[in-house]
Every structure is written in C-alpha cells, then in structure tokens.
C-alpha cells in the first residue's frame, strides 16, 4: 500500500481493516446519500432530454447522438434476432460496418438491449449518459474513500470532479462511451495493487477482465489510462528507485497475467477490429486540427455556470471537446493541491503525469486562443504513430482533469491539518473555484417525428428480399441525420445505405478513416442539391449512373424526408431522375421494386 500511504502521508485501511470506522452509522449513511446526490445532480444534467428522450436529441452533437442509437439498436438486434456482434449489414448497405472499428460500447449495449427494444434506443441514450456521469463520480469517490483519503467529503469532492467536471459533462453531449468511465479508478487502483504479495495471479486476473470490459465500452478511455499509469509508474520508479527494487518482480509478474488474460479473451474482437473487412488506419483529419487550446486551461466550458458560449468557441473545437476548461481559480487550486503534496513521491509523479497527458493533448504545435504560435511541441514526433494516431488529440487533457480531482480531494483531506487561517483561504479559494463549474442541463432539440410509413410498418413490402430502405438526404455525417436517425429508431429493421461510421476512405485502395461509405455518383450529386439548392439538368447518362448507384444499394423504395435543407430542389432531381412519386404514409416514395437486386458477394 505504500503509493497510498505516501499520498496522504499515513497509512490508508483498506476496505475491512477498520470494521468500527467503516462500519460506523454515519458513513453508511453518507455512502448512501453520496451516490443519491451524484445521480441527481446527472438527472438535472439530462432533465431536458429525460422529458422525451426518443423524440429529442442533444443539440450540442446530434450526429454522435445518432451514432450512439445505431450502436444500441445494433445491440438489440445482436440480442433479439441474433445478428453478429462484430459487423452489421444494416447500414453502409451493401457493404457494412465493421462494429469492433467503431465505438459499438457493447459492454453497455448488450445488457440495455431489452431497454431499447421495448422502450427506444432514446431512453438507453439518456439512461447510459445519466448513469454514466453518476456512475463514475461515485466510482472514484469509492477508491479514494476507500483506498486514498480518510475524510468522506475530500472523497466526495473529488469523485464529483473526476466525474462531473467540464470535460465529463462536455462529453456528455453525445459521447456515450466518454461519460461511462466506472471502470477507470478500479482499473487504477487493481494496477496499483500489484505491487502486493499474494496478488500477481488473483490480481493480474481481474485487472485483465476490467481491462476486456473497458475494451468493449471504449478503447481510447484504455490507451489514455494505459499512458497515464505507465507514466505515473516511471516517474514514481525514478523518484522512489528503493521501491522499485522491492517490487518490481511480482509487479511485472501481475501486469504479464493480466495482458495474457486480456490478451486471451480480446484476440479475435482485436484482429476483427484491425483486420478484417471494414477496417481503417487514421483519422480523417490531421493531428493539430483539434488539440487543446492553451487559454483553455483558465476558461470556462459552456456548460459550466460561468460559461460563456461566445468566448468558449475560440478556444474549443466543439460543444463535445471543452476537455480543460478549470477556470482561473480552478486551475490556482490544481496548482495549489500539487504544491500542498509536493512532498509525496505519488502525488508528484501522478502531477508528471497529468502534465505529460496535457502537453500531449496541445498537438505538435501550440495553440492560444484559436491562433497557432509556431511553437513547436513534442506531439510532433509522436503524431503519426500507430494506435496514437487513431485519436482526436485534445481528448488527452481528459486525464489532467480526473488527475486534477484526485489532488484536489488529497488536498482536501490534507488541509484539516492546517493552521485556521491557511483552512480559511483554502476552502474560500474552493468554493470560489468549484461553483462556477457546476454544470448546466444539456441543450436538446426536438427530432424529426417517424412517419406513419415507418410507425405503421407500411414500409416493410418494400424492403423485403434483401432490398433497402433509401432516405433522402442520405444517411450522412452532419447532413443526412434524420434517415440514419429513422433506421436506428426502427431498431435497424430495414437495411439501409451510407451512414455516419467510420471506415476506410475508399477501399482497398484507400484505408485511410473517414466518417463517411466511399463517394458514389449519387451521393455528391444529392449532396450538393441539399446544400446549395441548384437543380442540375440531368442527362440520360446521369439518369443511368443514378440508376446504377440505386442497384448498387439494392433499393427497394426511396423516401423524401420532409422539410430540411433545400427540400423542393431536392425532391425536382428526383422527379427528373425518377418520376412522380407516390404519398403514402405522410412522405412522398418512389417505388424501387422493379430495379435488379445484385447477388451478394
């Protein structure tokens, strides 16, 4: 227990060692009421998306939002109609998704299949967000309780940073798999204990299991725990060689049974991910086009009580990514936490390491208020790296920040053995920086109702033989939402083309990752009408490549979607490619049913 006890410079009792101060009234009481105000507190986070979770949607990030009902009504199909867990041939039609390529949070998904299935993949959105950012501040207020802190308001403190600061409710705009991060302290702390006797079978076991569980809810929450620690523990290491003499056997003894473990059980997910159809290498952007801002870091997010939308655009690359964002006073606490530890080897090193985290999180260049410097940074030599370049760079800082809390809570507990005065300043200077983060409810919009073609299962003559459901616009990023958004809330009970994924950019001969299926005729075609409402004058030659993208995506009927962009200009290419469509249901459809189906490969 020696990193604990250098923490908060006394030996820390693990759970059962005190049974008179663990089983005291009070604290069952207060680890009851914790837990009560965290999942309040993410209630009133999510109240204007719980009030009609599958007619609203989060209006931060509507696409991801979308991305994340696709991965729950994959879930229920894998369950309810035992469609393969790894690829779905529901959207992308012809060719599919490869899920272990994309965030597909099966961990998650799986178990809240009967959730979507018989109340909407909107209430599985809204319970995984809520239970998300409940879920973990209570998780890290539980290892530090338990294992770091002696006080349960230090605890307390800091499990509602680590788990309700800008970055977590940022993310919360529509990254399912960023708010889930329960499994994060415990991954941390089972890593920690493997410097113990006695644990390098039973603990390398169950480190391995929590990491194939974090695996299946999100990799890169996993790689930016996997750097953090492995910094943390070189640091510590070189502060603390005396330690690391006495160790460092049975601690790479339990890392080597986890990683066989791990390795065992995530194999085939892995080589599926990496290898088989659908598959991709780097990111559809370049490494400094999203990176932390270095004004950040004192800002405000905008869902913080002091934020400012406005002002937080110039140093944020999204409503989802205000992943610094501690406040001027927020971030002289953080600086003040480290100074009060300094003399801990462990809070030293955890401090080297949410700093590394940071610098990683600025990209290969510095950026301040939205204008690059010129500074280079060591990002640079890094950024093309494999695994390394399959993240968006900014999403590093996510570490500072649960970093940040874990010291504020260790200062916490450390700073009732202060004179009165130094108490006075330290919690005025608290308040001071906690109350302007307290998140605001999440912004939501109202979605585009179903039509009664879709309620009323009209659609279904159509798309039988293996022929597919073609809404337009079509199913693209931050274009063709509604379709994809259809699909997911029909379960994906019909097939449909395109779709917001990621996967390789046009392959084989570019696997390069893009949100978007390869671009065909069609697609740019309908594309530029929705966005600039021109009407081309169509060729014969642009009436057969419209036809044949039509075969290729094995249409069985092809929807106008009402209102949106552009919608007349959009609905005049398709009566001249087309003809005349037919209202049924409450939409406008063109009957597909007499095109070729292409065999499948």
Same mark, same amino acid.
């Given at each position: 227990?020696?990193?604990?006890?250098?923490?908060?410079?006394?030996?820390?009792?693990?759970?059962?060692?005190?049974?008179?101060?663990?089983?005291?009234?009070?604290?069952?009481?207060?680890?009851?009421?914790?837990?009560?105000?965290?999942?309040?507190?993410?209630?009133?986070?999510?109240?204007?998306?719980?009030?009609?979770?599958?007619?609203?949607?989060?209006?931060?990030?509507?696409?991801?939002?979308?991305?994340?009902?696709?991965?729950?009504?994959?879930?229920?199909?894998?369950?309810?109609?035992?469609?393969?867990?790894?690829?779905?041939?529901?959207?992308?039609?012809?060719?599919?998704?490869?899920?272990?390529?994309?965030?597909?949070?099966?961990?998650?998904?799986?178990?809240?299949?009967?959730?979507?299935?018989?109340?909407?993949?909107?209430?599985?959105?809204?319970?995984?967000?809520?239970?998300?950012?409940?879920?973990?501040?209570?998780?890290?207020?539980? @290892?530090?309780? %338990?294992? !770091?802190?002696?006080?349960? +308001? $230090? =605890? &307390?403190?800091? #499990? /509602?940073?680590?788990?309700?600061?800008?970055?977590?409710?940022?993310?919360?705009?529509?990254?399912?798999?960023?708010?889930?991060?329960?499994?994060?302290?415990?991954?941390?702390?089972?890593?920690?204990?493997?410097?113990?006797?006695?644990?390098?079978?039973?603990?390398?076991?169950?480190?391995?299991?929590?990491?194939?569980?974090?695996?299946?809810?999100?990799?890169?929450?996993?790689?930016?725990?996997?750097?953090?620690?492995?910094?943390?523990?070189?640091?510590?290491?070189?502060?603390?060689?005396?330690?690391?003499?006495? @160790?460092?056997? %049975?601690? !790479?003894?339990?890392?080597? +049974? $986890? =990683? &066989?473990?791990? #390795? /065992?059980?995530?194999?085939?997910?892995?080589?599926?991910?990496?290898?088989?159809?659908?598959?991709?290498?780097?990111?559809?952007?370049?490494?400094?086009?999203?990176?932390?801002?270095?004004?950040?870091?004192?800002?405000?997010?905008?869902?913080?009580?002091?934020?400012?939308?406005?002002?937080?655009?110039?140093?944020?690359?999204?409503?989802?990514?205000?992943?610094?964002?501690?406040?001027?006073?927020?971030?002289?606490?953080?600086?003040?936490?480290?100074?009060?530890?300094?003399?801990?080897?462990?809070?030293?090193?955890?401090?080297?390491?949410?700093?590394?985290?940071?610098?990683?999180?600025?990209?290969?260049?510095?950026?301040?208020?939205?204008?690059?410097?010129?500074?280079?940074?060591?990002?640079?030599?890094?950024?093309?790296?494999?695994?390394?370049?399959?993240?968006?760079?900014?999403?590093?800082?996510?570490?500072?920040?649960?970093?940040?809390?874990?010291?504020?809570?260790?200062?916490?507990?450390?700073?009732?053995?202060?004179?009165?005065?130094?108490?006075?300043?330290?919690?005025?200077?608290?308040?001071?920086?906690?109350?302007?983060?307290?998140?605001?409810?999440?912004?939501?919009?109202?979605?585009?109702?179903?039509?009664?073609?879709?309620?009323?299962?009209?659609?279904?003559?159509?798309?039988?033989?293996?022929?597919?459901?073609?809404?337009?616009?079509?199913?693209?990023?931050?274009?063709?939402?509604?379709?994809?958004?259809?699909?997911?809330?029909?379960?994906?009970?019909?097939?449909?083309?395109?779709?917001?994924?990621?996967?390789?950019?046009?392959?084989?001969?570019?696997?390069?990752?893009?949100?978007?299926?390869?671009?065909?005729?069609?697609?740019?075609?309908?594309?530029?009408?929705?966005?600039?409402?021109?009407?081309?004058?169509?060729?014969?030659?642009?009436?057969?490549?419209?036809?044949?993208?039509?075969?290729?995506?094995?249409?069985?009927?092809?929807?106008?979607?009402?209102?949106?962009?552009?919608?007349?200009?959009?609905?005049?290419?398709?009566?001249?490619?087309?003809?005349?469509?037919?209202?049924?249901?409450?939409?406008?459809?063109?009957?597909?049913?007499?095109?070729?189906?292409?065999?499948?490969?």
């Amino acid at each position: 227990m020696r990193v604990a006890e250098e923490m908060t410079e006394e030996p820390v009792a693990t759970v059962g060692e005190d049974p008179a101060r663990a089983g005291s009234w009070w604290l069952r009481r207060i680890d009851l009421w914790v837990p009560a105000a965290f999942l309040a507190l993410a209630i009133v986070v999510l109240l204007p998306l719980w009030i009609d979770p599958n007619g609203r949607v989060l209006a931060s990030n509507d696409d991801d939002h979308g991305v994340f009902l696709f991965v729950l009504a994959h879930a229920e199909r894998v369950v309810f109609d035992g469609a393969a867990p790894f690829f779905t041939d529901r959207l992308n039609a012809p060719v599919g998704v490869n899920m272990m390529a994309n965030t597909s949070i099966l961990a998650l998904s799986l178990p809240l299949a009967p959730v979507t299935h018989f109340l909407g993949g909107g209430v599985s959105v809204a319970l995984l967000i809520t239970l998300g950012l409940a879920g973990t501040a209570f998780a890290w207020y539980w @290892v530090l309780s %338990r294992h !770091l802190v002696h006080s349960r +308001v $230090a =605890a &307390a403190i800091g #499990g /509602a940073f680590c788990g309700f600061a800008p970055t977590m409710v940022s993310h919360a705009n529509g990254h399912v798999n960023f708010v889930n991060q329960y499994l994060v302290p415990f991954i941390v702390w089972q890593v920690l204990r493997l410097r113990e006797p006695g644990r390098v079978r039973r603990g390398g076991i169950i480190l391995g299991l929590l990491i194939v569980a974090q695996c299946f809810i999100n990799e890169e929450t996993l790689l930016f725990t996997a750097l953090t620690l492995g910094v943390f523990v070189v640091a510590y290491g070189i502060m603390r060689p005396d330690v690391v003499r006495a @160790v460092w056997k %049975r601690f !790479l003894g339990g890392l080597g +049974v $986890a =990683a &066989a473990t791990a #390795g /065992a059980l995530l194999a085939y997910p892995l080589w599926y991910q990496f290898f088989a159809p659908g598959n991709y290498h780097g990111q559809p952007f370049e490494p400094d086009m999203y990176v932390t801002d270095l004004a950040s870091l004192v800002g405000f997010a905008r869902q913080s009580l002091a934020g400012n939308a406005a002002l937080t655009r110039e140093m944020s690359v999204s409503a989802t990514e205000d992943n610094t964002f501690f406040g001027p006073i927020g971030f002289v606490m953080i600086v003040v936490s480290v100074v009060m530890l300094w003399r801990s080897a462990a809070a030293r090193a955890a401090a080297i390491a949410g700093l590394v985290l940071l610098l990683m999180s600025f990209g290969p260049v510095l950026k301040v208020f939205g204008h690059d410097t010129g500074i280079p940074l060591p990002f640079g030599l890094i950024s093309h790296v494999p695994v390394i370049d399959l993240v968006s760079v900014t999403r590093f800082a996510m570490v500072p920040a649960t970093i940040a809390g874990v010291l504020l809570a260790l200062a916490v507990d450390k700073i009732g053995t202060y004179p009165a005065r130094r108490r006075r300043l330290f919690w005025i200077g608290m308040v001071l920086a906690l109350v302007p983060l307290i998140p605001k409810p999440l912004p939501v919009v109202q979605g585009d109702p179903l039509p009664a073609f879709l309620t009323e299962g009209t659609y279904k003559p159509y798309v039988t033989g293996g022929r597919t459901l073609i809404t337009v616009p079509l199913p693209e990023v931050t274009t063709g939402r509604t379709g994809m958004r259809w699909a997911t809330l029909m379960n994906l009970d019909y097939a449909t083309p395109r779709g917001y994924f990621m996967g390789p950019a046009d392959p084989p001969d570019d696997d390069t990752g893009s949100w978007n299926a390869p671009r065909r005729f069609t697609s740019d075609l309908l594309w530029r009408v929705r966005e600039y409402g021109q009407v081309p004058v169509l060729t014969d030659a642009d009436r057969a490549r419209i036809t044949a993208d039509l075969v290729y995506w094995r249409a069985g009927v092809v929807v106008l979607v009402p209102g949106g962009r552009n919608p007349a200009a959009q609905r005049a290419v398709l009566v001249d490619a087309l003809g005349e469509p037919q209202l049924v249901g409450g939409v406008e459809i063109w009957d597909m049913r007499g095109l070729p189906v292409p065999p499948k490969d």
